[in-house]
């Protein structure tokens, strides 16, 4: 079990720029989420993936942000065309589905967008 | 309406006492769960505690506990013996459930930053 991993860490962008983050979840988990958390704040859902199917989208998800698990392991979160607005951590989680139980969330570190 | 609510911004506690952070809940489900993450400066999320609609026991792990009052609808994490590494944010969560299923997203609070001085 080597945790959520995130890349990159940190990625600094000027207005305008395209983005895309990296998300490979815990290998036996099936379920990958999306957060986005912005200063003082916590986080807020932005979409959810059971295997390669996108069950669930937020109204947080513009028309300029994507999202893909296409062989239902890593994902990606594109942003295009980045507003400074979309400064903010993206925080990728993901679980197993079990029919009980608590369905932890497991997160990785984030990836911080900075958008000048 | 906010789903979760903590009204805390800030909690400050001595080392070794123990620490009570609030959170309150809307929902109307039956069915859901509730969660304590923390999140230490270094920004990873740190599940400590779950607490189901349906448990008749307060949950507790470790130092951790939580002080589930249904009919309130608050959930508060009670940290005992407090130590300086527990300085961090704190955040409440829930998951709605369905039919008994549990689906979909955690609806966050927005978090109590917990300073514990020596």
């Known amino acids: 079990d080597t945790g959520v991993s995130q890349d990159p860490r940190h990625k600094i962008t000027k207005r305008g720029q395209n983005v895309t983050f990296r998300c490979d979840p815990i290998s036996e988990h099936n379920r990958l989420y999306w957060y986005r958390q912005t200063l003082g704040q916590g986080p807020e859902f932005l979409t959810y993936?059971?295997?390669?199917?996108?069950?669930?989208k937020s109204r947080l998800l513009s028309d300029r942000f994507s999202a893909e698990r296409p062989k239902g392991s890593f994902s990606t979160l594109e942003i295009q065309r980045t507003e400074q607005g979309d400064s903010a951590m993206y925080l990728c989680a993901s679980t197993r589905n079990r029919v009980s139980g608590a369905n932890v969330l497991t997160f990785g570190a984030g990836s911080r967008l900075t958008v000048l | 309406a906010q789903k979760i609510t903590q009204t805390q911004p800030g909690m400050f506690v001595q080392e070794k006492e123990a620490v009570t952070l609030d959170c309150t809940y809307d929902t109307s489900d039956q069915s859901y769960g509730l969660f304590w993450y923390k999140q230490p400066s270094s920004g990873e999320m740190i599940f400590l505690i779950y607490?189901?609609?349906?448990?008749?026991q307060n949950a507790t792990e470790g130092r951790y506990s939580l002080n589930f009052q249904k009919a309130r609808k608050s959930a508060n994490l009670v940290i005992s013996a407090s130590q300086l590494g527990d300085s961090a944010m704190y955040f409440c969560a829930m998951r709605e459930g369905r039919g008994g299923s549990t689906l979909g997203r955690l609806y966050f609070g927005r978090g109590t930053q917990l300073t514990v001085w020596p």
């Open positions: 607490q189901g609609s349906y448990d008749e």
């Open positions: 993936f059971q295997n390669e199917a996108q069950l669930e």
